[in-house]
């Protein structure tokens, strides 16, 4: 079945420092890429998608870019704040009749330090 | 606009008790998701709604569990028997049809 490997966390960095989270997936067809993000105590928020190869997403001053010849979508930003920090998950979508199934890696603590 | 709501945000329970979370998406939003998010397996899909079709149950992790839509909004998941291995984060999304899933808050759910 379709899957989505995360780096393992946590990752600690220092404020201003450039960010990668390594993202990778298996999956059948062409589904359809995603990084949500969960800040301390509050629900999973869409942080930027990509639907296609060779797209790239973006919010907030992350990035990523769908690459189908490496089948992955690795999450990255320039120069990270304190307020990033929270925990990031890289999920991919499996067509469900007319919806879409989200499959979910494992996550990754992200830990900014001042 | 409002978002999706979960109720209750915690609920503590007893081993062999049954429990009823609820969801309410977001209004106009056809397709409605149960997820559950736990140490030992991350997030992983339960069940989805879209309109008033029989719903795909194919994540449940046991009969024990079940779900329903009422008039095509508001959501019921149900827990008989809670067991400890139940205990975990249960989250619920909606979307229009195909597109983006937009999360709750999430219950968190303590077997004792």
């Known amino acids: 079945g379709n899957s989505v490997t995360q780096m393992e966390g946590p990752v600690t960095l220092s404020e201003e420092a450039f960010l990668t989270i390594n993202c990778t997936y298996t999956?059948?067809?062409?589904?359809?890429l995603f990084w949500y993000v969960q800040y301390p105590g509050e629900g999973l928020q869409l942080l930027l998608k990509?639907?296609?190869?060779?797209d790239k997403g973006s919010n907030k001053g992350f990035e990523a870019t769908y690459r189908k010849e490496t089948t992955s979508f690795h999450l990255e930003k320039g120069s990270v704040q304190v307020s990033d920090s929270a925990v990031y998950f890289c999920a991919l979508s499996e067509r469900l009749g007319g919806a879409q199934k989200l499959v979910f890696g494992q996550g990754t603590r992200l830990t900014i330090n001042p | 606009g409002a978002g999706v709501s979960q109720s209750p945000s915690n609920k503590v329970t007893e081993k062999g008790k049954d429990v009823e979370l609820r969801c309410d998406p977001i209004?106009?939003?056809?397709?409605l998701y149960w997820y559950r998010q736990s140490l030992g397996q991350g997030l992983e899909f339960l069940i989805y709604f879209q309109g008033n079709s029989a719903p795909d149950k194919s994540g449940l992790p046991s009969d024990r569990f079940s779900a329903e839509r009422t008039g095509g909004s508001v959501s019921t998941l149900t827990i008989q028997r809670t067991q400890q291995e139940d205990s975990a984060v249960y989250l619920c999304?909606?979307?229009?049809?195909?597109?983006?899933?937009?999360f709750g808050p999430g219950t968190r759910l303590l077997v004792l």
């Open positions: 999956a059948t067809g062409y589904p359809s």
């Open positions: 999304a909606s979307s229009p049809l195909g597109e983006t899933q937009y």
């Open positions: 209004s106009g939003h056809t397709a």
């Open positions: 990509a639907t296609k190869a060779d």
